[in-house]
């Protein structure tokens, strides 16, 4: 059987990894600065999260949703003291498209609406509501068509409010900090007049914390920097650092009942021991100020960069913005220094998605490749 090929693939074969480096078949070692697309929060293979991920497949590694798992419990208590979210309610799944697809469900479950209001460049998933709430004609099916999305310009609140009166959106789907999109942000005042109109035309306020959630930011999600209250916040990516699992996190109006949600993978024993892990790692290593640290330090050393137009996004979820298309730049840094980096919708923007343990001098490492380079 072949593969179904779908992916232009560099020809680089990862063997092993320890935090920021990846080793390839031929002992190459590359710098990780994008983490296998914003996965890895805590760096490769740390020993804390193997361990626990081990002893728990010694144990059990997966029972059904039908009987108790106390380890939900355990991921839910720390996951709401770490993101200062205490009262929301979790619903655990397996990857970010389903957290969005169970944010758009439970929306329009509550509100009796159908509607979705996403924004230009967003990017959600690949799944039926999520991707049809992605703004790239080219990944979505006829199937997925059908879904009725009014994809409006970031910053564009007239045409927000226009929308929400008619009364047929269940749900406003935000990332406060594109990911795939090219790392664009809108000021304070327009998330929390978005978040406003949500409240006054019955409409929910999803934050997609799925590449800017566990602590990439500095904060534990995007969001919290424009001090919103999200009516529900999906997460996925940073969580398991690298074992698939997603969830959404659903504010206390919002009531369960039997059988609303459901899944037959989401929260099973070893997804609640790789994100436990990474709860405790997170939290020990402080990386949320480290993260913060880091970032002041790269946006000065990236200032000196010629060519380079502005410096992106947030905390360790950047971009850097060149005046001519990275394309080239990017596969000699790969090919030649040994770094990996990655691109977006914007083609002049080289994006950074490091481990949040990055260090200074690796920092360094990618500057100095970038003078040789421009
Ligand atoms: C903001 C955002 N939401 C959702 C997704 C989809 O996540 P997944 O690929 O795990 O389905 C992504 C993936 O890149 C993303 O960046």
Known sequence: MSLFNV???????????????????????????????????????????????????????????SVQN?????????????SGCQDYQLFLCNSGAEANENALKLASFYTGKKKVLAFKNSFHGRTSAAVAATDNPKIVAPINAQQEVDFVTLGDLQTVEAILKQ?????????????????????????????KLCKEYNTLFIADEVQSGFGRTGDFFAFQKHGITPDIISIAKGMGNGFPVGGILIHPNLKASFGMLGTTFGGNHLACAASIAVLAIIEEQQLMQHVKALSTYFI?????????????????????????????LR???????????????NPNLLRILPPLTIQKEHVDQLIHALQQEL
């Open 300 to 328: 000065e050393k990236a200032q000196s960069l010629s060519k380079l137009k502005t410096v992106k996004g947030r905390g360790l979820m950047l971009g850097l913005e060149f005046d001519f298309p990275i394309a080239e």
């Open 7 to 65: 992916y232009p693939l560099f020809d680089i074969t990862p063997a092993s990894a320890k935090d920021v480096f990846v080793y390839d078949t031929k002992g190459v070692k590359y710098l990780d600065l994008y983490g296998g697309h914003a996965v890895i929060s805590i760096g490769h293979s740390h020993p804390h999260y193997v361990q626990s991920i081990s002893e728990q497949l010694q144990k059990i590694g997966f029972y059904s949703n």
């Open 167 to 195: 009364d047929k959106t269940c749900a406003v789907i935000v990332e406060c900090i594109q990911g795939v999109g090219g790392l664009d942000e809108m000021p304070t005042a327009f998330y929390t007049a978005v978040a």
């Open 70 to 82: 106390p380890l939900q419990q355990k991921l839910a208590k720390k996951l709401g003291l770490l």
């Open 331 to 345: 596969k000699t840094l790969i090919h030649k220094h040994h770094i990996f980096t990655g691109n977006s919708k």
